[in-house]
C-alpha cells in the first residue's frame, strides 16, 4: 500500500459518519459487511429489550443487551465498561469482524444505540454508525420487521486492549471546575427532584445539564450539524474555553469536555452529538453519577451547577 492509500484510508476513517439515515441503510441491507445490531434496553426492566427484538427487528439485525453484552459484571457505577479483550471475543464469536460496518439502533432516539458506538469506535473500530431514529423511524418509512435471527459465521475482531478517551472518579474530582461536565440524565434527575434508580439525588457538582432528548428534533433523528454545534457552545462544550472560566494548568484532560449521566450509557449519546456536530470528542466519565455516588462524594441539587468539592 503506497502512502497515497495511507493517508486516504486515515482520512476515510477520521471521516466515518457516526449516523446512518434509514434510506441509506434500506439500500445497504444485502451488504455481506453489513451488521445491524438491535440494542434495545430499557432501565429497571431487566430482558425487555430482547422480549422487543423477538417480537420485530429489522432485517438480518441481531440483539446485543446492556446488562449482559455491554458491561463488566462489576466495577465503578452500575454499567461498568467490560474487559476490551473479553467484548472482541464476544464479538467475533457473534460474527462481528473487523472488516465489517456496525449500525446500533433502539427505540428510544439512540441514547442506548450510543453506548455500543461509543465502546467500538473508544476500541479503533471506525466503521460503526447509529440509525438515525431508530426502529421508529425505520417502519415510519415503511419498511418491514422481521423475526428471524440471523447466523453469521465467526469473526476476528482485533480491538484495542484498552479503553479510550476515559477519566476515573478521582482524577475528575480533582479536576472540577477545570473541565467542563454535562451530565445527559433528564433535568428532574439532576436537579435532585426525583432519583429512581441511584440512592442520593442531585448532580455532580459543577456539571451542566444536557439531557439527551435536547440533541433530537421532535421527530426522533438528530439535529442538524450547526444545530448540534450550537447546543453545545451554548454549554461551552466546543473543546474551547468560550467564556474565560476554565483555569490553565498541564495536562490534556484540562479544559477538556467530559460527559457523565448515571452509570455511563447515556453520557455516549451526547459524545455520539458532538462528533456528529463535527466537535472535538469528549471524554466518557463511565461509572458516572452512581460511581460518584457510590463512593460518598458530595453532590448539588437545584439547577445550578454548584461548586467544586475536592
Not at 4 to 25: G, K, Y
Not at 254 to 283: T, Y
Not at 286 to 300: C, E, H, I, K, Q
Amino acid at each position: 500500500m503506497g502512502s497515497s492509500d495511507i493517508l486516504a484510508l486515515v482520512a476515510a476513517v477520521e471521516t466515518f459518519d457516526p449516523l446512518i439515515s434509514v434510506t441509506d441503510l434500506a439500500d445497504r441491507l444485502d451488504d455481506p459487511a453489513l451488521r445491524i445490531v438491535d440494542c434495545r434496553w430499557y432501565l429497571g426492566r431487566p430482558g425487555d429489550g430482547r422480549t422487543a427484538y423477538r417480537v420485530g427487528h429489522l432485517p438480518g439485525a441481531i440483539h446485543l443487551d446492556v446488562d449482559t453484552d455491554l458491561v463488566a459484571p462489576e466495577g465503578p457505577g452500575r454499567h461498568p465498561l467490560p474487559d476490551p479483550g473479553w467484548f472482541a471475543l464476544r464479538l467475533g464469536a457473534l460474527g462481528i469482524g473487523d472488516e465489517h460496518q456496525v449500525v446500533a439502533y433502539d427505540d428510544v432516539g439512540g441514547w442506548v444505540a450510543a453506548r455500543l458506538w461509543w465502546m467500538l469506535d473508544s476500541l479503533g473500530h471506525a466503521r460503526v454508525a447509529v440509525l438515525d431514529g431508530g426502529i421508529t423511524a425505520w417502519t415510519a418509512a415503511g419498511h418491514a420487521l422481521s423475526v428471524a435471527v440471523p447466523s453469521w459465521p465467526a469473526a476476528r475482531s482485533s480491538l484495542a486492549t484498552a479503553w479510550r478517551g476515559t477519566i476515573e472518579r478521582e482524577e475528575l474530582r480533582a479536576r472540577l471546575g477545570w473541565v467542563t461536565l454535562l451530565d445527559a440524565r433528564a433535568g428532574a434527575r439532576y436537579r435532585g427532584e426525583t432519583e429512581p434508580i441511584d440512592a442520593v439525588p442531585g448532580h455532580i457538582p459543577t456539571a451542566l445539564n444536557a439531557p439527551t432528548d435536547g440533541n433530537l428534533a421532535t421527530d426522533g433523528t438528530f439535529l442538524p450539524r450547526a444545530e448540534l454545534a450550537d447546543r453545545f457552545r451554548s454549554l461551552g462544550a466546543a473543546g474551547v474555553d468560550v467564556d474565560g472560566t476554565h483555569l490553565e494548568v498541564a495536562g490534556a484532560i484540562d479544559r477538556a469536555v467530559v460527559v457523565s449521566c448515571g452509570s455511563g450509557v447515556s453520557a455516549c449519546h451526547n459524545a455520539l452529538a458532538m462528533r456528529a456536530a463535527g466537535l472535538p470528542d469528549p471524554i466518557l466519565y463511565p461509572g458516572s453519577y452512581s460511581d460518584w455516588t457510590r463512593a460518598g462524594l458530595p453532590v448539588a441539587t437545584g439547577p445550578e451547577p454548584g461548586r467544586p468539592t475536592r
